[in-house]
């Protein structure tokens, strides 16, 4: 790995850790949708760190069946925080649902189309399709929402924005990535440091979400 991805990936994790400590540090204030992402969080953190010292070590087999599994996680855990952010009935059984789903999808995968030793750009852009939608959707209802009288201050509604602009530029990112690793240097790089600036506001967009709003978390909960 050259010096500049070092550099690249440490600020990507610089941005993680912030998000997960602000989630940590405020998990108590947190309601059920938010206590996921906290979860989330917590995941992605051990999860990149793992994967960067296979890419170190030159496992990239490790890091490939490691994505796979992650990404099934994420897809699951994702679509929990919507589930509970929308709060629609019996929305223990819609989480069942989705994790089954998932859990389908992801071995369809791995079974049929991408092994554990290559990278699940499948299953990325199943995710991003689903999340984009997801956002849109729950973008929509909360502007329809009489309950919600100042938009900008509902927190799901700023989680619903970063998660939608995050899969926006995911798809793209995943779709045109073998074609990406073909091309010229410096587009690769343009790429990917697009790519990672865009994760990283993200996620330091999930950490000010958290810090600006945990007060009023629990009382959301209770409408």
């Known amino acids: 790995m050259s010096p500049y991805y070092r550099i690249l990936f440490i600020l990507c994790y610089l941005s993680i850790l912030i998000a997960t400590i602000t989630a940590i540090t405020y998990y108590k204030r947190l309601n059920n949708a938010f206590r996921i992402i906290a979860l989330l969080l917590l995941l992605t953190s051990v999860s990149e760190l793992v994967c960067f010292i296979a890419v170190c070590y030159e496992r990239y ?13 994420q897809a699951f855990l994702i679509t929990s925080y919507f589930i509970y952010a929308i709060k629609p009935f019996y929305n223990r059984k819609l989480i069942l649902v989705s994790a089954v789903c998932w859990v389908a999808v992801g071995s369809i995968n791995i079974c049929f189309f991408q ?10 852009m199943v995710e991003s399709l689903v999340f984009i939608t997801i ?23 700023w989680m619903a924005v970063i998660w939608l602009v995050t899969w926006s530029t995911s798809i793209s990112f ?12 410096d587009f690769i790089k343009i790429a990917i440091t697009v790519q990672a600036i865009i994760e990283i506001l993200s996620y330091l967009g999930i950490a000010a979400t958290i810090y600006l709003f945990n007060k009023q978390m629990l009382k959301n909960e209770e409408r």
Request: aromatic share 22%.
């Open 61 to 73: 087999v490790l890091r490939y069946t490691i994505y796979h599994f992650y990404s099934i996680i």
């Open 115 to 124: 092994s554990l030793n290559e990278l699940n750009s499948n299953m990325l």
């Open 135 to 157: 956002s849109l959707y729950f973008i929509y209802i909360t502007l329809k929402n009489n309950m919600v009288q100042h938009i900008f201050r509902f927190p799901h509604f």
């Open 174 to 185: 995943w779709a045109f990535v073998k074609i990406i690793y073909r091309g010229q240097g």
